[in-house]
């Protein structure tokens, strides 16, 4: 007969206890079944534990093999509470995946509230442009993205917001008091820092201008960096480019038909981490809050 945990545990409870009596109450079971497993485990180690029929005392083997049997159940019962605190959200981890705008607007109040409700889950959040976040997910490398994504398959989506385009620039630039009277097609003389978001702008008369670009940045700090530093202006939707300083302006284009629409990604619920699914549940609850409503020009689905 191989050894069994429940043999363990009985061994364990009635050295803790020195009764069969105590032992039996503690585990829920009667004196007579903690008996019956209690001689099945010494007939199987062919040697005695207790010094007396009381069991108020372990022989020299007993209490040897007390301390690996103490270890070993301790384990058990840990690996037990992991798994039901993995299984209901309490623990484990939670890879996000989302660009910068959605990092410092959108993402806050939601992970405030889902470290609230689930202090040991540990979070990993990093940020990148859209297509970067396509191939994590797609590589397994994050559980759940959020950006300017498409359909992709077996994975399921779901759009949140979308906003505007504008330009940005500094607040000294011509544009800041002619841009009622600017268009695509007149914008020439003005250097464009193009991004990854550029390519989302459908409009004709964009794209010559983009055309022209001869620098791409994708990090959106030095995107910034250098528009404030008079390389030139570039195009961002409204929710990228939150709380501005002083130096800089974002000017609207209200006259454009292409708006930027942030969803969010993951692999189906079924496929997901418990902790990735109460991640969704937060999210959907701070979108119906409209968490992000002091954002001006925001759309929700």
């Known amino acids: 007969m191989a050894i069994k945990l429940e043999m363990l545990k009985c061994f364990t409870m009635v050295a803790q206890h020195g009764s069969l009596s105590d032992a039996a109450q503690a585990l829920g079971r009667t004196p007579s079944a903690v008996s019956m497993m209690l001689k099945q485990f010494e007939d199987h180690i062919g040697s005695p534990l207790f010094e007396t029929a009381r069991k108020s005392r372990l022989t020299a083997l007993g209490a040897l093999i007390y301390e690996e049997a103490r270890r070993e159940v301790g384990h058990f019962e840990n690996t037990v509470t992991v798994i039901e605190g993995i299984s209901r959200s309490k623990l484990g981890y939670l890879r996000l995946a989302v660009t910068p705008s959605v990092a410092t607007t959108l993402l806050p109040p939601v992970i ?16 990148m442009d859209s297509a970067a976040i396509a191939e994590e997910l797609f590589h397994e490398r994050a559980d759940i993205g959020i950006g300017s994504l498409p359909d992709t398959e077996g994975m399921s989506r779901r759009a949140l917001f979308s906003d505007s385009f504008g330009v940005v620039c500094r607040k000294d630039n011509p544009l800041v008091q002619e841009w009622d009277r600017l268009t695509w097609r007149n914008m020439g003389d003005h250097a464009l820092i193009a991004n990854g978001l550029c390519d989302l702008i459908t409009d004709p008369d964009f794209a010559p201008f983009l055309a022209k670009s001869r620098l791409r940045v994708p990090n959106s700090t030095t995107l910034l960096s250098l528009v404030r530093e008079g390389v030139g202006i570039t195009i961002l939707p409204r929710m990228a480019a939150p709380g501005l300083q002083d130096d800089l302006a974002f000017l609207p284009l209200v006259d454009i038909a292409t708006r930027r629409t942030v969803s969010v990604m993951s692999s189906r619920s079924h496929m997901l981490m418990p902790a990735a699914r109460a991640f969704l549940d937060a999210l959907e609850k701070a979108v119906a809050a409209d968490s992000f409503s002091t954002v001006p020009e925001i759309q929700k689905f």
């Open 112 to 127: 405030r509230a889902f470290t609230t409700d689930h202090p040991q889950v540990q979070v990993e959040i990093r940020d």
